[in-house]
Nanobody
Framework: QVQLVESGGGLVQTGGSLRLSCVASRSQISINVMGWYRQAPGKQRELVAS???????NYADSVKGRFTISRDNAKNMVYLQMNNLKPEDTDVYYCNAFRRSFGRDYNYWGQGTQVTVSS
């Protein structure tokens, strides 16, 4: 079992920046992929960015060049630096941990943190 706790959301003006943080309850060595997703009311949860245990990153087209995901395995942390924020980035952001063990896939989610970008 992996517990995830996010922090860092809030209200920011268009063009501003925020950094989201997520701490995992267990060593990230056993976690294959960490990621950030977002979800607006009535919409499907969508991938924002992910990072593998080897450091490979993947971003949604809508955030490329503006958001940066990183992880600190020693601290069991993953971060999402969000720059040049736009009103359409307003969502609840969720931290995700994906682990594959003995042929089984496990997905863990944080409770979510609200990001609101005012125009």
């Amino acid at each position: 079992q992996v517990q995830l706790v996010e922090s860092g959301g809030g209200l920011v003006q268009t063009g501003g920046s925020l950094r989201l943080s997520c701490v995992a309850s267990r060593s990230q060595i056993s976690i294959n992929v960490m990621g950030w997703y977002r979800q607006a009311p009535g919409k499907q949860r969508e991938l924002v960015a992910s990072i593998t245990s080897g450091g490979f990153t993947n971003y949604a087209d809508s955030v490329k060049g503006r958001f940066t995901i990183s992880r600190d395995n020693a601290k069991n942390m993953v971060y999402l630096q969000m720059n040049n924020l736009k009103p359409e980035d307003t969502d609840v952001y969720y931290c995700n941990a994906f682990r594959r063990s003995f042929g089984r896939d496990y997905n863990y989610w944080g409770q979510g943190t609200q990001v609101t970008v005012s125009s």
